[in-house]
């Protein structure tokens, strides 16, 4: 643990830093850790981080720590940075693992359609940029270190769905629309449902016709003999299991008939 976070997971005073040697105030601290330590802040206090900032330097500052409360500042200006400016990033689109880093440390962002690491080719265009490995605020990322010391510029993606829509449309060039309030009223309601009855009849239609012909298709590619499995039929028509399970059903009634 570094010791802006040890310190402010566990004040024990009015310095910023708890340091080996008698505590005293630790000077040299990394960039990464600024922010790092504003995270955790924001994470603490929520819209009430920088305030609660500001009081630590202003204590700091009657004390006489002054550059205890240089610091402190610094660790303010990240708040307000890293409040509106944090961009969350995957290794791949579909990936569990995820990170998040400042604004300012991700760069070439671009659309593409080759992911980092293994080079997957995606069926459609994602927005990419480039990180070091080892510069995320939190999180982690699916990447090893194993092909040589870190850190390493890798390639990630920015994913729409876990970014601000704001943002997001700005890293991507695109206009942003505020969505439309949902309307709430019982009129407006009462057609919302009626277009989802609507909607599953009619899914519920097409999937029945679907059954019905592939029965008939299972029919006259197997005519005699016992039906094939609903994974054969699956595999044979590229279908869904439960598409070929139905349809061996409806298939064996028809042969009754």
């Given at each position: 643990m570094n010791i802006v976070t040890k310190y402010i997971l566990n004040p024990t005073g009015a310095g910023l830093f708890i340091c080996a040697d008698a505590g005293r105030l630790h000077t040299v601290i990394d960039d990464i850790d600024i922010y790092r330590a504003a995270k955790l802040y924001i994470d603490q206090h929520g819209d009430q981080a920088a305030l609660q900032a500001a009081i630590q330097a202003d204590a700091l500052l009657e004390a006489g720590d002054l550059d205890g409360a240089v610091t402190w500042r610094k660790i303010i200006k990240a708040i307000e940075v890293t409040m509106v400016e944090l961009v969350n990033v995957r290794r791949h689109p579909n990936d569990w693992k995820e990170a998040t880093y400042r604004l300012a440390d991700v760069h070439d962002i671009r659309f593409d359609s080759v992911t980092g690491g293994v080079g997957q080719n995606l069926s459609h265009d994602a927005l990419f940029g480039y990180v070091w490995c080892d510069g995320m605020l939190e999180g982690e990322l699916a990447h090893s270190c194993r092909h040589g010391p870190p850190p390493h510029r890798?390639?990630?993606?920015i994913?729409?769905?876990?970014?601000?829509?704001?943002?997001w449309a700005k890293l991507a060039g695109q206009e942003y629309r505020e969505p439309k309030p949902l309307d709430m009223s019982l009129e407006a309601v009462e057609k919302r449902k009626d277009r989802a009855v609507r909607s599953a009849q009619t899914r519920a239609a097409n999937r029945a016709l679907q059954v019905e012909t592939l029965a008939l298709d299972v029919n006259a590619n197997w005519t005699e003999g016992r039906l094939p499995s609903a994974d054969t039929i699956s595999g044979h028509f590229d279908v869904p299991r439960a598409i070929a399970r139905d349809a061996r059903r409806k298939a064996s009634e028809i042969r009754k008939q």
């Open positions: 890798i390639k990630v993606v994913p729409k769905v876990c970014n601000d829509p704001k943002l």
